[in-house]
C-alpha cells in the first residue's frame, strides 16, 4: 500500500507537474472530503453509544460525526430502530407536557458544538442507544510528506484523480479524458460496493406515518 507522499509523488508524475507537490497534497484532501461528503463507504463508518436518561432528549455525538447511517436500542430483548428525521421537522413536532415514550424518531443538530443528536418523544426509559455514523475528519495533515496510507482504498484510483486535478491547473489537454475515465471507474467501484444482491431487502412503513394507526380504536369489536 502506497502512503500519501507515494500517491502525490506519483500523480505528480503522471501530470508531468514534479514541483506541484503541495497542490497535489490540497486536492488529495480535497478528493477525500468530496467522496465522504458524497458516499457511504463502510471504510468511514463509525460506532458509538448514548446512554439515554428518562426526560432528557438531546445529547450531544462526537466531534467527527458527519451523518448517521442508523441508531438503535434494545429494551427487554426487542430492538427499536429509530428513524431519522430533519431538525425542520423535529421542531415541528408536538413537544407538550408528559410526551413521555420509547423515542422512534431522531434528527441530529449539526450547527451546535459538539454536534446533538435529538430523540423523540422524550425517552421514558434508561438504555444504551448505538449510533452508527460516517466520520467527517478524513483530511490527512500535510499530505505531501506524511508517511500515513489513506483510507481511500483505490489507490490507483485517487492518484488518477489527483492527476486529473493537476492536469486542470496546468492546461494539460489529457484532463478531459482523465475526468470521464475516473468518473466510470468511480461509478464501478460504487456498484459493487452497493450491490444487495446477495442480501434480503425489506421494505418497511414510515413509522412516522403508520404509527398513528396503532392508536386508532377499531370500528368493531370481535364477537360484534
Known amino acids: 500500500m502506497m502512503n500519501c507522499a507515494q500517491i502525490i509523488s506519483l500523480a505528480c508524475s503522471i501530470a508531468k507537474v514534479p514541483g506541484m507537490t503541495q497542490q497535489a497534497g490540497q486536492f488529495m484532501n480535497a478528493r477525500l472530503v468530496q467522496i465522504a461528503l458524497e458516499q457511504d463507504l463502510d471504510i468511514i463508518r463509525r460506532t458509538t ?3 439515554m436518561v428518562i426526560g432528557v432528549s438531546a445529547y450531544n455525538l462526537p466531534v467527527n460525526y458527519l451523518r448517521a447511517r442508523e441508531a438503535f436500542y434494545s429494551q427487554s430483548g426487542q430492538i427499536y430502530v429509530l428513524s431519522a428525521r430533519s431538525m425542520d421537522d423535529y421542531d415541528q413536532l408536538f413537544k407538550g407536557p408528559g410526551q413521555f415514550e420509547y423515542p422512534y424518531l431522531f434528527a441530529t443538530d449539526l450547527g451546535a458544538s459538539p454536534p446533538t443528536i435529538n430523540l423523540y418523544p422524550t425517552p421514558s426509559i434508561s438504555a444504551t442507544l448505538t449510533v452508527r455514523y460516517m466520520d467527517n475528519l478524513v483530511e490527512i495533515a500535510t499530505p505531501e510528506t506524511s508517511v ?3 483510507w481511500f482504498q483505490d489507490q490507483l484510483l485517487l492518484v488518477k484523480m489527483v492527476a486529473e486535478d493537476l492536469m486542470d491547473i496546468s492546461d494539460d489537454t489529457r484532463a478531459n479524458d482523465f475526468a470521464v475515465k475516473n468518473d466510470d471507474k468511480m461509478r464501478r467501484m460504487l ?6 444482491e446477495d442480501r434480503v431487502i425489506t421494505i418497511k412503513k414510515d413509522p412516522a406515518t403508520f404509527r398513528a394507526a396503532r392508536a386508532v380504536r377499531p370500528t368493531k369489536l370481535q364477537g360484534d
Open 191 to 196: 456498484q459493487m460496493a452497493n450491490d444487495k
Open 148 to 150: 500515513v496510507i489513506p
Open 49 to 51: 453509544t448514548i446512554q
